[in-house]
């Protein structure tokens, strides 16, 4: 089965630059997409089609791709920032929703 | 402004069925396609099953096909779940989500999420 790998953790200080990363063999074909979960909260869509930010979504958010990895990067992190990142795609074929194993961001 | 709220988690016994409903404000569900996607206390995120805008293409993630079915009622602006011989690694919070498909024509993904509704599986 497909499958998208992240790190389980990411930590910096406020005001320093955060890099989650996602990888998978279709990801050079599929686009990456990025969901943000606050505790206790549903997930919220940060980025899609690898780096499209939807509308109101504060600009320090970016998405970007190269072969078979998709980077979030959060550019001047802020405490408000923490929470688990998940990136999601699609297998080769389409037909295998799937989502990475979720990177939890600590902004400290 | 737009919503997705479903409703009918609970507890239940291995074994046991339960149906979860989400109803849908400030769109039209019958112009999407929809989806459900599930949560484990502590753990990542798992898509379940799709539905498209008219109930004519369904899809299962394997560990649920033949327990679970997907419906709609676009009449009533609601998604469906129907879970039968629900087991203990079924218990997670259930999401309702409004399907996209990318610029390119090629990928669906979730532009919209529900809060969620629990469902407990035990005995």
């Known amino acids: 089965s497909y499958e998208l790998t992240q790190a389980p953790s990411v930590s910096v200080s406020p005001g320093q630059t955060a890099r989650i990363t996602c990888s998978g063999d279709a990801l050079s074909k599929k686009y990456a997409y990025w969901y943000q979960q606050k505790s206790g909260q549903a997930p919220v869509l940060v980025i899609y089609?690898?780096?499209k930010r939807p509308s109101g979504f504060p600009e320090r958010f970016s998405g970007s791709s190269s072969g078979t990895m998709a980077t979030l990067t959060i550019s001047g992190a802020q405490v408000e920032d923490e929470g688990d990142y998940y990136c999601?795609?699609?297998?080769?074929?389409?037909?295998?929703?799937?989502f990475g194993g979720g990177t939890k961001l600590t902004v400290l | 402004e737009v919503h997705l709220v479903e409703s009918g988690g609970g507890v239940v016994r291995p074994g046991g069925s339960l149906r979860l409903s989400c109803t849908a404000s400030g769109f039209t569900v019958g112009d999407y396609d929809m989806s459900w996607v599930r949560q484990a206390p502590g753990k990542g995120l798992e898509w379940v099953s799709g539905?498209?805008?008219?109930?004519?293409?369904?899809g299962y993630v394997d560990s649920v096909k033949g327990r679970f079915t997907i419906s709609r009622d676009n009449a009533k602006n609601s998604l469906y779940l129907q879970m039968n011989s629900l087991r203990a690694e079924d218990t997670a919070f259930y999401y309702c989500?409004?399907?996209?498909?990318?610029?390119?024509?090629?990928?669906?993904?979730?532009?919209?999420w529900g809060r969620g509704t629990l469902v407990t599986v035990s005995s």
């Open positions: 539905i498209n805008w008219n109930g004519g293409r369904l």
């Open positions: 089609e690898d780096t």
């Open positions: 999601y795609s699609t297998d080769s074929s389409g037909n295998h929703r799937v």
């Open positions: 989500t409004r399907d996209r498909l990318s610029g390119g024509g090629g990928d669906w993904y979730f532009d919209l």
